[in-house]
């Protein structure tokens, strides 16, 4: 059973960031909240993400599993007006999940989530730790995108930088520690992503969001951030691009 009541603007962020890696998932639900793990086609990026029940404006569950396509969940999404409320209830006789948004009723058939796995989230223990304001990182891709289908991130005692090299051009953002919500980084630490991954998530954090960044040499990166005004929390995981000499 799951009955719940959230703000759009709260769902519309929610599911932009999940969507920025795969199309159908899987939330399980208990009566503390919503989560999911899940990782994309590729293997490139992983996602893991928690939102408690004090971010929706009502919410009664037992545990269950929801299946949705992403992409259904958004055409319900364009009906909402910011400040509208979305009201979500399982009908579990006939395998679907029920949309109320105003006047409009919109019965969703549910994903089958019996082959829909959970990824183990690795525990990564990384050397340089950056909170950096997603305003910055967004200019810093808007200024990428052009460049090169790869950006480098590097951490240093001095700050942090993100650039982009391409075969004529090159770009960087440059942010001085004293810049910085906060930096733990010992030594210099630089790592190679894929700008496409790299940019469709932070192009889908909120305006304003801090985000946690850690970081190391050719290891992971790890993006930590709060969404629905910190009764959620994300973590994204994406692997580098390894250089060959």
Do not use: W
Request: hydrophobic share 40%; charged share 25%.
């Amino acid at each position: 059973m799951f009955k719940a009541e959230i703000k759009s603007d709260t769902m519309k962020g929610l599911v932009n960031i999940v969507s920025t890696l795969i199309d159908e998932v899987k939330f399980t639900v208990d009566p503390e909240g919503m989560s999911l793990k899940a990782v994309d086609p590729a293997h490139v990026a992983m996602i893991e993400l928690r939102i408690s029940a004090g971010a929706f404006e009502s919410y009664v569950a037992d545990e269950t599993e929801i299946g949705l396509d992403l992409d259904k969940v958004k055409s319900v999404l364009k009906l909402a007006s910011s400040g509208d409320i979305i009201a979500m209830e399982q009908d579990d006789d006939h395998g679907k999940l029920v949309f109320r948004v105003g006047n409009i009723t919109r019965r969703m058939h549910l994903v089958d989530t019996s082959g829909m796995s959970d990824p183990k989230v690795p525990q990564l223990s990384l050397s340089a730790k950056v909170r950096i304001a997603v305003d910055e990182l967004q200019q810093g891709i808007r200024a990428s995108e052009t460049i090169s289908d790869h950006i480098a991130l590097t951490a240093s005692p001095e700050g942090f930088e993100l650039s982009c090299e391409g075969d004529t051009d090159s770009v960087s953002l440059i942010v001085p520690k004293d810049k910085l919500e906060s930096l733990e980084a010992e030594g210099t630490y630089c790592s190679l992503f894929p700008l496409d991954y790299f940019a469709n998530l932070v192009k889908a954090i909120p305006a304003g969001t801090i985000v946690n960044i850690e970081l190391d040499k050719d290891y992971p990166i790890n993006i930590r951030f709060q969404i629905a005004e910190g009764k959620g929390k994300v973590d994204y995981l994406l692997a580098p691009r390894i250089e060959s000499d």
